[in-house]
């Protein structure tokens, strides 16, 4: 079964810097694209950032140049390095692995990640 599991999460300053990791289990991790997504109180869920199996990768406008997202096939990991956080970063971040075909979207449970002014 899939399984996708988020850590690194936490409270920083404004300024300040994250590193979010994203374990996956149960399939062949590296012909997958994964993405990160957030979610922040009354806001709807956004796609913050993705990566194709190949390594291309897709972000948001409201973090390009901040958020950086790779991927470690060996270790089956989608890692998100978060820098120069604000305020509005604030929100839970998901992992997700998209759906592909009649094979549905897998979640992780989610990380929670609060940026204080």
């Known amino acids: 079964q899939v399984q996708l599991v988020e850590s690194g999460g936490g409270s920083v300053q404004s300024g300040g810097s994250l590193r979010l990791s994203c374990a996956a289990s149960?399939?062949?991790?590296?012909?997958?694209?994964m993405q990160w997504f957030r979610q922040a109180p009354g806001k709807q869920r956004e796609l913050v950032a993705g990566i194709t199996s190949s390594g291309s990768t897709n972000y948001a406008d409201s973090v390009k140049g901040r958020f950086t997202i790779s991927r470690d096939n060996a270790r089956n990991t989608v890692n998100l390095q978060m820098n120069s956080l604000k305020p509005e970063d604030t929100a839970v971040y998901y992992c997700n692995r998209p759906s592909t075909g009649w094979i549905p979207d897998y979640w992780g449970r989610g990380t929670q990640v609060t940026v204080s002014s």
């Open positions: 149960g399939y062949d991790f590296s012909r997958y694209s």
